[in-house]
Nanobody, 117 residues
Framework: QVQLVESGGGLVQAGGSLRLSCAAS????????MGWFRQAPGKQRELVAH???????NYADSVKGRFTISKDNAKNTVYLQMNSLKPEDTAVYYC???????????WGQGTQVTVSS
């Protein structure tokens, strides 16, 4: 069973940056899409960025131009560089393997990102 472990969250002031990491216990990044999701209190989990097996990326409008997703297949790790953070980016961030709209793995613990104004 592949496990996903997110890290890198924290408390940051508005305008600051964080880099999240997602490490997988198996070699899945080279074959499938990987996505970063987030869930704010009282809201549904939403997809904010994904990267395909060949490195193409896509972003939610709310983070476009500020967030960058990348991966290192050799390290089985996917990253989310978050710049120009806003209070509305406050959420628990998760990664998962996905195929279209379907997530393929159990959710990990996530990593909390809190942006203060």
């Amino acid at each position: 069973q592949v496990q996903l472990v997110e890290s890198g969250g924290g408390l940051v002031q508005a305008g600051g940056s964080l880099r999240l990491s997602c490490a997988a216990s198996g070699s899945i990044f080279s074959r499938n899409e990987m996505g970063w999701f987030r869930q704010a209190p009282g809201k549904q989990r939403e997809l904010v960025a994904h990267i395909t097996s060949n490195g193409r990326t896509n972003y939610a409008d709310s983070v476009k131009g500020r967030f960058t997703i990348s991966k290192d297949n050799a390290k089985n790790t996917v990253y989310l560089q978050m710049n120009s953070l806003k209070p509305e980016d406050t959420a628990v961030y998760y990664c998962n393997e996905k195929a279209g709209l379907v997530v393929l793995r159990s959710w990990g613990q996530g990593t909390q990102v809190t942006v203060s104004s």
